[in-house]
């Protein structure tokens, strides 16, 4: 949740839709020409602004709209402005991002670096601080800001060498900054108002009343053509969409974002450590179980794509085996969906948590791979309940603070040293401690958490 959220007392929540029926081939490579485009754009913004020389324009960006309309790139892609102007925008904000975590990690460095004075601190705090001022810096040119900051950085500036400190933090952003962000996937595209509505399907200007369609039109780069994508529910949205590709499925998926409002709950004041799991959904430090039946509905889940694999790859985008076997497929997901759901509003509601511990997965490791933990750190990046957690949590106005992970499941939450488990049990030969895995780990959770 960001800083205007909170003084607004929302939160982001995403909403998504599903097509109803498999998408032809040819509008789904209408749809993946859109999404190739899109990637292009951002990648030749990518290119072209973000490095240290392109600081000045971008903020508020337009100055890069421009120039993008001038470079004639548009039409060398005859890509429709409502998705070039977004693709521009959305690079835009990636790069700012970009900025934004190198200056944190800046900032960081400066507070812990005991060789600076205070009043060098604070230069350097407000050269992060003033876009222009950081950009001259960076640079080596004179800083010229307006006149009543000017005065206030002639001030700093006269208590500090400022060429050796500008040098400095320039040594940081060459050393932490993601020079060339780039993107390799084309999955899909944001798409604004003016590219897409909904409604019913009509041909020859009339409805079809026996076989009645709702769903969304979206724009494709012919003129006044659109591809119409039958929906599995009848809402309509007026906000930025994401549209997702999913061709191995002939589907979609469109993300919606809104701002829902926060609960606050005064009598929310616990401090909880939890362990995940696949088979048991959530497990408490006291031991308390939520979502035992998840490891079932996600094997019923798999089992059917197997089952249904070798089937699905043979039958064509048209007919009834394969229809029915997304249509299965997407109650199986929306059944999974609405039991993890309900079993984290229990645990929340049962609990009363303040602030959730839980252990932060490792990252895949450059220096070589190891099979066990890069499956299950892949799993869990993009784990429903994962997921779903962090969205209740912001919900409820619940902190959720991840935890250095690694051993968690092997350290005795009693004395600290290592030991081992068998099956569901773990056991520590150094203090004779036994006690459930999961309840162990989620312990250990919670002191780590505690000390952070």
């Known amino acids: 949740m960001d800083a205007r959220q909170r003084q607004k007392g929302t939160a982001c929540r995403t909403l998504h839709q599903y097509n109803k029926e498999p998408i032809p081939d040819e509008d789904m490579k209408k749809l993946l020409e859109i999404a190739e485009d899109y990637r292009r754009v951002k990648n030749y913004v990518y290119a072209r602004y973000g490095g240290i020389g392109s600081l000045s324009k971008l903020y508020p960006g337009y100055t890069v709209q421009n120039e993008m309309t001038a470079s004639g790139f548009r039409t060398e892609l005859g890509m429709p402005s409502v998705y070039f102007y977004r693709a521009v925008f959305d690079a835009l904000a990636d790069i700012k991002s970009q900025w934004a975590k190198t200056k944190a990690k800046a900032a960081s460095l ?4 005991d060789r600076f004075t205070a009043e060098e601190k604070h230069y350097l705090r407000f050269l992060l601080k003033t876009p222009n001022a950081f950009e001259a810096a960076l640079n080596q040119k004179p800083v010229q800001l307006p006149q009543e900051i000017q005065v206030k950085y002639e001030e700093l500036r006269q208590c500090v060498d400022a060429e050796r400190l ?18 390799d996937s084309a999955e899909g595209f944001a798409i604004t108002e003016r590219a897409y509505r909904y409604g019913e399907e009509k041909k020859g200007g009339k409805d079809i009343s026996a076989t009645r369609r709702y769903g969304i039109f979206i724009a494709t780069k ?14 309509a949205y007026d906000k930025q969409l994401y549209i997702k590709l999913k061709p191995e499925e ?27 799991g696949m088979e048991q959904m959530l497990t408490t430090h006291e031991g308390k179980s939520y979502g035992q039946q998840f490891g079932a509905l996600h094997r019923e889940l798999a089992d059917y794509m197997s089952a249904a694999a070798s089937t699905y790859r043979r039958e064509k985008a048209n ?6 076997y997304l249509a299965r497929k997407a109650r199986l997901d929306a059944k999974i969906e609405s039991y993890v759901n ?3 509003n229990r645990m929340l509601e049962e609990e009363k948590p303040k602030i959730l511990y839980l252990p932060k997965l490792p990252k895949n490791s450059a220096a070589g791979y190891h099979k066990e933990i ?9 784990g429903l309940i994962r997921d779903r957690l962090r969205q209740k949590c912001l919900e409820h106005d619940v902190e959720m603070v991840e935890v250095f992970g690694k051993g968690i499941s092997s350290q005795c939450s009693r004395c600290g040293a290592e030991a081992g488990y068998s099956g569901d ?14 309840k162990n780990a989620a312990l250990n959770a919670l002191k780590r958490g505690k000390m952070q």
Do not use: M
């Not at 589907?251 to 606050?264: A, D, L, R």
């Not at 890069?374 to 993009?382: F, M």
């Open 425 to 438: 049990v773990f056991r520590c030969g150094n203090c004779g401690y036994e006690t459930d895995k999961k």
């Open 319 to 324: 007919n009834a085996g394969r229809k029915k």
């Open 110 to 113: 400066i507070g812990k670096n």
């Open 222 to 235: 012919e003129n006044r053509k659109r591809v119409f994508i039958p929906l599995t529910d009848e809402n």
């Open 250 to 276: 002939s589907g979609v998926e469109i993300h919606i974002p809104i701002e829902i409002k926060v609960k606050i709950h005064r009598d929310y004041t616990n401090e909880i450590g939890l362990s995940l």
């Open 166 to 183: 500008h040098k400095y933090l320039a040594r940081q952003v060459r050393k932490y900054h993601i020079r060339k962000l780039h993107s």
């Open 342 to 344: 309900h079993e984290i």
């Open 374 to 382: 890069n499956y299950s750190v892949g799993v869990w990046k993009r």
